[in-house]
């Protein structure tokens, strides 16, 4: 079957403080998910699933009945604060989803073939989308839940490349064995620009401790290739999540951390793709302008076409 797309479309986006999914960057009023799309059909996807939270419903419809739909078959899956399992309720006050995890398994329902995984608002190159296509349609090579382990894949960037001049982010940092496949993926928050310039990078802890990267270091941006036999393994690992950490203020499961945790029991090997593709999103509205413009490169370059839904504004 072809491999289908997941969108991860719910975020909140408090630092950006809009709808950052749905803003126009391209030259032609497109989104970064429009060129993920785009790039994705290039690579052979035909079917779509977003992932959305109920109150950007009508905004999603119109944005998709216009430019998507048309081009691929579409589905939605809804990411839900109480979409808990055991009669389970969040805690009062809760009003953020519980992150990247649930997002991903919030589609279980919608999803009927291999599959990737990307984030809405972020630009991840034609480069990365080609070659986790052409990985999820090599044999699987398994015939049973770890023995051999799942197997999975991912585009990796350089953390130089992906850091923002405004202030912090967080990125998967991995660990990648001479095989070329995942060892560890550890999330880091807080990075920043080291201020003693070049590509570093530097984690500033509470303790008033510091981490610091030479900004090689290849990172996790969230655009993964899956197999459906995903999703009962994150099902357990959101269960555990929840039974020690549902009362934490703000925690989320990441998506990397799952990933991580199956490796570390060797349920599933992660083989990692150096793409050369640039990557860039925009975590904070003063990262629109940056983007606009290397988005304007990229369409002089010949590299995508202006508009690049012909026939559409």
């Known amino acids: 079957m072809k491999p289908e797309l997941l969108v991860m479309a ?15 960057v391209g030259p032609g009023g497109e ?19 977003f992932v959305i939270r109920r109150e950007t419903e009508a905004d999603f419809h119109a944005l998709v009945g216009r430019r998507y739909a048309r081009r691929a078959e579409v589905a939605y899956a809804y990411q839900d604060l ?19 995890g649930q997002a991903v398994l919030a589609a279980r329902d919608s999803i009927r073939a291999p599959f990737l995984v990307i984030n809405a608002d972020d630009f991840y190159g034609a480069e990365a989308f080609r070659l986790l296509v052409d990985f999820l349609q090599e044999p699987a090579g398994h015939s049973t839940l770890g023995d051999p382990p799942e197997r999975y894949a991912m585009a990796a960037y350089e953390l130089g490349k992906t850091l923002s001049d405004q202030g912090t982010v967080s990125r998967g940092v991995c660990k990648v064995s001479p ?10 928050v807080s990075l920043a620009r080291d201020p003693q310039g070049g590509e570093g990078a530097v984690q500033r802890n509470g303790d008033g401790s510091e981490v610091r990267f030479t900004g090689l270091e290849p990172v996790s941006l969230n655009i993964w290739a899956f197999r459906p036999t995903l999703f009962p393994l994150l099902a357990e690992a959101f ?24 490796i570390e029991r060797k349920i599933a090997s ?17 990262d629109r302008p940056l983007v606009e413009a290397r988005l304007r490169d ?16």
């Open 82 to 100: 109480h979409d808990l399992p055991g009669g389970r309720m969040p805690p009062v006050g809760r009003t953020k989803p519980w992150g990247t």
């Open 239 to 262: 269960e555990r999540f929840l039974e020690s950490r549902i009362a934490e203020p703000g925690a989320e499961l990441y998506l990397p951390s799952v990933v991580a945790g199956l």
């Open 31 to 49: 989104t970064l998910m429009d060129y993920a799309i785009y790039d994705a059909l290039r690579a052979g996807v035909e079917r779509i699933v």
């Open 10 to 24: 719910a975020g909140v986006a408090s630092r950006y403080g809009a709808l950052k999914q749905i803003e126009t």
């Open 270 to 286: 992660v083989r990692v793709f150096t793409t050369s593709s640039p990557w860039f999103g925009v975590t904070y509205r003063e």
């Open 179 to 188: 095989e070329g496949t995942l060892d560890e993926v550890v999330e880091h």
């Open 298 to 313: 990229l369409v002089a370059s010949g590299a995508y076409p202006s508009p690049l839904w012909p026939g559409e504004s």
